[in-house]
Nanobody, 124 residues
């Protein structure tokens, strides 16, 4: 049974920072491509960032590039998303996802394992 659990969400003022964390159990984490997605009310799910296993390759959506950084710690089965210079438009439920493949997909349809999501609210 594979479990994906996000943490670190909360409320932050525009311009602030937040760090999300995701842990995976029940599968060899080092073999998983990992991605972060978000979904705001009334909006469709949006790709945020993704990172591969070995060699590590990372991708970002244009809307977060330069502000967000994805990283992984295979020793602790964890992938993080450091979010800086947050904007109101970043408000959403953020989901962590994983899939056992060597590519780094940007589509949510490519990911088999999903977390329950963590709420990020950016206020003015």
């Amino acid at each position: 049974q594979v479990r994906v659990v996000e943490s670190g969400g909360g409320q932050v003022q525009a311009g602030g920072s937040l760090r999300l964390s995701c842990t995976v159990s029940g599968h060899f984490f080092g073999s998983l491509a990992m991605g972060w997605f978000r979904q705001a009310p009334g909006k469709e799910r949006e790709f945020v960032a993704a990172i591969g296993w070995m060699p590590h390759v990372a991708y970002y959506s244009d809307s977060v590039k330069g502000r967000f950084t994805i990283s992984r710690d295979n020793a602790n089965d964890t992938v993080d998303l450091q979010m800086n210079s947050l904007k109101r438009e970043d408000t959403a439920v953020y989901y962590c996802a994983g899939d056992p493949q060597w590519t780094v997909p940007r589509s949510g349809n490519a990911y088999a394992y999903w977390g329950q999501g963590t709420q990020v609210t950016v206020s003015s």
